[in-house]
């Protein structure tokens, strides 16, 4: 599976479809960008000869043509079959391997090709002085006095933090700014 925000629901089904019991189904919620996933490595060390890993599509399997070919080579080691029901991909036989290869290969080069493109558009709208993440929290007007408050001990350092509307991290983040501008 990929993503927190994509649901399962038509992996599922297609696993069910294809008639593999649910007890037998691992269900992985992390991109499949990256091998070291706890669910693929859970699959990688359960599986034996004989077996046969489906998947709906081999991008939920592998991002990239060198993991991929290298998870199907670790399978076909042991004796595991790989489908990928979406391609059409059967690596039991030898025009099932080529299509997975083609098939890898393209799938790496469309993410690359969405990287590339992001990165694109994220220069570009820096440029255009777009800003990227969080708003930085400015001080209130009165911050000062209140941390003075605060060092001289007249208000506890949670009043100071209700003062000041900051949590902890961002309020020293703000005073060690604040002192660094007094030093220049």
């Given amino acids: 599976m990929s993503s927190k925000d994509q649901h399962e629901y038509r992996q599922l089904l297609a696993m069910r479809e294809y008639g593999i019991p649910l007890e037998r189904i691992f269900v992985e919620k992390l991109s499949g960008k990256d091998i070291k996933r706890p669910v693929l490595q859970s699959l990688m060390n359960k599986i034996q000869k004989g077996d046969t890993v489906v998947v709906e599509s ?31 991909i059967d690596t039991t036989t ?7 290869t083609i098939f890898a290969a393209v799938a790496e080069l469309e993410r690359k090709h969405i990287l590339q493109r992001q990165a694109e558009g994220i220069t570009a709208a820096k440029a255009r002085g777009v800003c990227f993440g969080r708003p ?3 001080p209130l007007e009165n911050f000062a006095e209140v941390v003075r408050q605060w060092e001289r001990g007249s208000i506890s350092f949670d009043k100071t933090l209700e003062q000041t509307m900051f949590k902890q991290a ?5 005073l060690r700014e604040m002192r660094s501008n007094k030093k220049n």
């Avoid at 081999?58 to 042991?78: G, H, M, P, Q, W």
């Avoid at 961002?170 to 703000?174: G, K």
């Fill in 94 to 100: 030898p025009t099932g391997r080529f299509t997975l």
């Fill in 170 to 174: 961002t309020f020293y983040n703000r």
């Fill in 136 to 138: 930085i929290k400015k």
């Fill in 58 to 88: 081999i991008s939920f399997f592998a991002r990239n043509t060198k993991d991929l070919l290298n998870l199907v080579e670790k399978l076909t080691k042991k004796g595991v079959e790989f489908i990928s029901l979406k391609e059409h």
